[in-house]
């Protein structure tokens, strides 16, 4: 693996691109074969539907050798964190102390700022600012450079496309596990405990786990192809940032908080906060999250299945 990178030489190259191109329309369908009578095999409607079918079923492969390969994908991931990090003498820990650190200072300048008190604000602020910055932005940011940041390494070796998205979700998991020190650590010192409500946490984590691998499926395969992706979606991210609740209260709209639960990161956000903070979310907040995750998830197939031959040829 090469160090400036982070991504896996060319070891044992199995297919050159342009043997792959040669070849690209019987990967592109699955079943397509290599003959001059492909044209007309394809425009047939049977036909094409059985192609759409072979594509989808190839993309549910894809995902299961990925599943299969999860050791790969640990060890992938991890590798990436310490690569971040090659040469420091404190390693992964920088990302809970520069956590900290941002954490301290935005809690005690708006917490002025808003005039409350900062044993009430500095908690709900440590654990809004962990979730957004790692279980949400990051991730969707990730995301985009998902198969991008892997092009070496999809060139060079014969493996799934979604042992990218694993890697990517292992990352993103052991970047969380060191910043999730922060917030318990700010909890201890105030005294708080969100008591047995805290453990409804963990499904929306499972759900938020399962949302970030087809996020990779989805805005992955989409970047691939089309370079201004990743920067319009950081955009997008900064801006819905001021217009989440995270370093200010839903509450504090009060009766006019009634179209938060249009923003689509709000719902995704508080199955997972609420409890940590000691709350029980509310049933149109469950639903809405697991619609969310419902649509995203048919969308990532869809996508995923019809752009995943070609994506060798796009990074």
């Not at 342009?18 to 690209?24: N, Y």
């Not at 105030?190 to 453990?199: C, H, M, Q, S």
């Not at 609420?274 to 197939?301: K, R």
């Not at 995923?304 to 994506?311: C, D, V």
Request: proline share 5%; with cysteine.
């Amino acid at each position: 693996m090469t160090a400036s990178t982070g991504q896996i030489p060319a070891v044992t190259p199995t297919l050159s691109i342009q043997e792959s191109m040669k070849h690209a329309p019987s990967l592109r369908g699955g079943v397509l074969a290599d003959t001059d009578g492909d044209d007309e095999w394809r425009d047939d409607p049977d036909n094409e539907d059985t192609v759409q079918r072979s594509s989808l079923m190839l993309a549910l492969m894809d995902i299961g050798e990925g599943l299969r390969l999860w050791r790969l994908a640990v060890s992938l991931g991890w590798l990436d964190i310490k690569l971040q990090f090659r040469g420091s003498r404190v390693g992964p820990l920088w990302l809970t102390l520069g956590t900290a650190v941002m954490i301290g200072s935005m809690g005690g300048i708006y917490s002025n700022l808003f005039h409350i008190v900062l044993k009430d604000y500095l908690p709900y602020l440590a654990i809004s600012m962990i979730l957004w910055q790692i279980g949400i932005a990051g991730v969707t940011q990730d995301a985009c450079t998902c198969f991008i940041s892997a092009a070496s390494s999809i060139r060079a070796t014969r493996l799934p496309f979604s042992l990218q998205a694993f890697r990517v979700l292992v990352r993103n998991g052991a970047m969380f596990a060191y910043n999730i020190v922060v917030p318990v650590g700010v909890y201890v010192i105030f005294g708080l405990l969100p008591g047995p409500v805290a453990l409804l946490a963990l499904p929306g984590l499972l759900i938020w786990a399962v949302n970030a691998f087809a996020f990779c499926l989805l805005l992955g395969s989409v970047a691939a192809r089309y370079r201004d992706i990743p920067p319009i979606v950081a955009s997008v991210v900064q801006v819905a940032f001021y217009v989440t609740p995270i370093i200010w209260n839903g509450r504090q709209l009060g009766e006019k908080g009634w179209w938060l639960i249009f923003n689509p990161f709000y719902s995704l956000l508080e199955i997972v906060r609420q409890p940590l903070t000691g709350d029980m979310p509310s049933l149109l907040v469950w639903s809405v999250a697991i619609g969310l995750s419902v649509l995203l998830w048919i969308s990532s197939l869809f996508v995923f299945s019809r752009s995943r031959a070609q994506l060798a040829f796009w990074i």
